[in-house]
């Protein structure tokens, strides 16, 4: 069974620094692996999504890896903001099924 | 891009009350959905997976009378939270998967439910 995992599970930095946000699974056998963020009680927002032929996606100031065969993710934020705040979660997809890590909870402090 | 609708997005109910939550994709046809739960600062557990016109396929521990799962057409699926209680209170949240191999999910806002 596919396990994912998300490391930290919180992280605080001052705004304007770059970070890195790490995911990884348990079995490479997966179609794709997205990144969302979920505001407190709000629903997901995708940010990234990274098919299981490709590294590595870029959105703005996100770029998002993808290492299948060492079952590893990350996100990149680069010049922080305090409204990335939020807790970012990955997920991976196989055989039409999806599973979620814990997710990590970003502050980023003005 | 993709839209999929939930409601309601908040809800408020006695103990015992049935609560119906519906998934909509608005501008796609959703051969399955999803059904998600999230309690307070933990991730989302699947709960089932509903392929239109067949019979939910529910996850290891959900009560399938507890949860009732209808996913009648190719753009609405519905989740029945049956005599509800207050330990049911949590976060739900639907998503939608179009026709095509290896689509991505599109997510629901969610739906808070409070039993009182």
Same mark, same amino acid.
């Given at each position: 069974?596919?396990?994912?995992?998300?490391?930290?599970?919180?992280?605080?930095?001052?705004?304007?620094?770059?970070?890195?946000?790490?995911?990884?699974?348990?079995?490479?056998?997966?179609?794709?692996?997205?990144?969302?963020?979920?505001?407190?009680?709000?629903?997901?927002? /995708?940010? #990234?999504? !990274?098919?299981? @032929? $490709?590294?590595?996606?870029?959105?703005?100031? +996100?770029? =998002?890896?993808? &290492?299948?065969?060492?079952?590893? /993710?990350? #996100?990149? !934020?680069?010049? @922080? $903001?305090?409204?990335?705040?939020?807790?970012? +979660?990955? =997920?991976?997809? &196989?055989?039409?099924?999806?599973?979620?890590?814990?997710?990590?909870?970003?502050?980023?402090?003005? | 891009?993709?839209?999929?609708?939930?409601?309601?997005?908040?809800?408020?109910?006695?103990?015992?009350?049935s609560v119906k939550i519906?998934?909509?994709?608005?501008?796609?046809?959703?051969?399955?959905?999803f059904w998600y739960r999230?309690?307070?600062?933990?991730?989302?557990m699947l709960m089932a997976t509903s392929?239109?016109?067949?019979k939910a396929t529910y996850e290891?521990g959900v009560e399938k009378d507890k949860f009732l799962i209808n996913h009648?057409?190719?753009?609405?699926s519905t989740l029945t939270v049956t005599s509800a209680h207050?330990e049911d209170?949590s976060?739900y949240?639907c998503?939608?998967?179009?026709?095509?191999?290896?689509?991505?999910?599109?997510?629901?806002?969610?739906t808070?439910l409070?039993?009182?």
């Amino acid at each position: 069974k596919q396990e994912v995992t998300q490391i930290p599970a919180a992280l605080s930095v001052p705004e304007g620094e770059n970070l890195v946000l790490n995911c990884s699974f348990t079995d490479s056998a997966i179609y794709n692996l997205q990144w969302f963020r979920q505001d407190p009680g709000k629903g997901l927002t /995708s940010l #990234l999504l !990274i098919q299981s @032929s $490709q590294r590595e996606q870029t959105s703005g100031r +996100l770029n =998002a890896s993808l &290492d299948k065969s060492s079952g590893r /993710s990350t #996100l990149y !934020i680069a010049a @922080s $903001q305090p409204g990335d705040s939020a807790t970012y +979660l990955c =997920a991976v997809s &196989d055989n039409n099924d999806m599973r979620f890590g814990a997710g990590t909870r970003l502050t980023v402090k003005p | 891009g993709a839209v999929v609708s939930q409601h309601p997005s908040w809800v408020i109910c006695k103990s015992g009350t049935s609560v119906k939550i519906e998934c909509r994709s608005l501008d796609f046809q959703a051969t399955t959905m999803f059904w998600y739960r999230q309690f307070p600062k933990q991730s989302l557990m699947l709960m089932a997976t509903s392929n239109e016109g067949s019979k939910a396929t529910y996850e290891q521990g959900v009560e399938k009378d507890k949860f009732l799962i209808n996913h009648a057409s190719l753009t609405l699926s519905t989740l029945t939270v049956t005599s509800a209680h207050p330990e049911d209170s949590s976060f739900y949240i639907c998503s939608a998967m179009g026709q095509l191999y290896n689509q991505p999910q599109h997510f629901g806002d969610g739906t808070r439910l409070s039993i009182l």
